[in-house]
Every structure is written in C-alpha cells, then in structure tokens.
C-alpha cells in the first residue's frame, strides 16, 4: 500500500474508444504527477499539478487529457490514442513541488497498464 | 535540464554478493538523489534517498554514496538476496537548470540475484 491508488490497473482500448484512468492519493499531497513508463525508455514526465494548478505539460499529445478536480485526485482521460501509447502510466504525489534546498520526495502508485488495439 | 546517466543496465549476481549500480549527474547544483526499486508489475518504490549535505547514508542492507566533486551516486546493496531482485532507478532534482519539483531519472538497472 503506497497511499496512491490507481484504477483501472489494467485497461485494452480500441484506437476509438474514449477512456480514462483514475488516481486518488491518501497522503495529504498537494502535487500530483502522471508518467508514462514504455519498454526499454526512462520514465516520462507526462503532467504535473500542484494545488489542482497545471505547472507542467511535457509537450503531451492533446489525446491525453488530464484533469485535477481536487488535490486528492487526478484523471487521465484517453481519446483516439495510437499502439505506440500502449505502456505503463504512472499517477505520483508528493507534499508539493519542495524546495530547490531540500528536494522533493514523489512517491508512486502501482501504475495502469494500457493496451491499445 | 539535468542529465542523469546509470549503469550498468543489466546486472546479476549471486545470492549473498554485493550489487553496486552508479549513476552520474550534469547539473553541479542538483542536491535531492533518490533511489526507487519497481517490482515486476508494480511501481517504482522509494527505498532511501540522499541529499547533497551528506556523503553516505545507510539503511540496514542498502547504502548510498554521493561524491559532489565528480558528480556521481551510487546505490550499494550487500548480502543480496533473490527478493532484490526488480529494476532500480536512480534520480536527480533541485539543479539550477531543472524545473522545480521535477525529478530526472536514470534509464533503470535490471538487477537479478541467482539463489
């Protein structure tokens, strides 16, 4: 138990179908992150939130689309996506964006594996 | 941006060796290294995490090193055991180039201990 939950943990999409992933984190966090982890490539910052503010929109195609209701929750919602988005995403929290003096501990769910067909 | 390099990629040792995977940073002033562990089909787990103050930090059988002249960390697990086995990432923040908040990660090792 990481205190992030994702759901669904895994998901197979058709290329036209529109879906979305679910992140709730149950520490107290402010910022909230989603990364896509595909084979053979580093971590991929995709969005990052903090105070339910986008900060960061790593050059993302406009078929991902994430929303932050609350500092509790994060979406990803997924809409004509191609198989090459098939990979591992990745929600994360921390307390907020820190500090540049002391750093900033991110902590990670167990990640949704998506397929798309 | 910060750059982080690890090695090796692939790594195997022997049940009860010790397991050493190194990572190098761009960025002198990043000061923030975390070390995560991911399990297969799970997420990356943080398992210590050293700041640039310190120069070495221990937790029971794991234990990191940090040299700020070279700008190198490194991760050091002894009596490896089968359950270490998983992919290990290493990390950087907090350079004068980076975006706050935002960690740069290393491509991962993939470390298996033989029973």
């Known amino acids: 138990e990481t205190g992030v939950t994702q759901t669904p943990r895994h998901l197979v999409m058709g290329m036209t179908n529109k879906k979305s992933l679910k992140c709730e984190q149950h520490?107290?966090?402010?910022?909230m992150y989603w990364y896509k982890q595909s084979a053979k490539k580093p971590l991929e910052l995709m969005f990052v939130?903090?105070?339910?503010?986008?900060?960061e929109n790593n050059s993302v195609p406009s078929r991902f689309s994430p929303e932050c209701p609350n500092s509790s929750h994060l979406f990803l919602h997924l809409h004509t996506l191609q198989p090459e988005d098939s990979a591992l995403y990745l929600c994360?929290?921390?307390?907020?964006?820190?500090?540049?003096?002391?750093?900033?501990?991110?902590?990670f769910g167990e990640g949704s594996w998506l397929t798309v067909v | 941006g910060e750059n982080v390099e690890q090695h090796p990629s692939t790594l195997s040792v022997q049940e009860g060796d010790s397991a050493v995977i190194k990572c190098t940073y761009s960025?002198?002033?990043?000061?923030?290294f975390p070390w995560y562990k991911q399990e297969l089909g799970k997420g990356p787990q943080l398992i210590i995490d050293?700041?640039?103050?310190?120069g070495e930090k221990k937790d029971q059988r794991i234990a990191v090193t940090l040299n700020k002249t070279a700008k190198h960390f490194s991760l050091h697990i002894t009596e490896t055991q089968p359950e270490d086995s998983a992919v290990y990432f290493c990390?950087?923040?907090?350079?004068?180039?980076?975006?706050?908040?935002?960690?740069?990660f290393g491509r991962g090792t993939q470390l298996t201990v033989w029973p």
């Open positions: 939130y903090n105070f339910k503010e986008q900060t």
């Open positions: 994360a929290s921390s307390q907020d964006l820190g500090q540049r003096i002391s750093g900033n501990t991110i902590y």
């Open positions: 960025d002198s002033a990043s000061n923030y």
């Open positions: 520490l107290g966090h402010n910022a």
């Open positions: 990390a950087a923040s907090g350079g004068r180039g980076s975006t706050l908040g935002r960690l740069y």
């Open positions: 050293i700041r640039s103050n310190v």
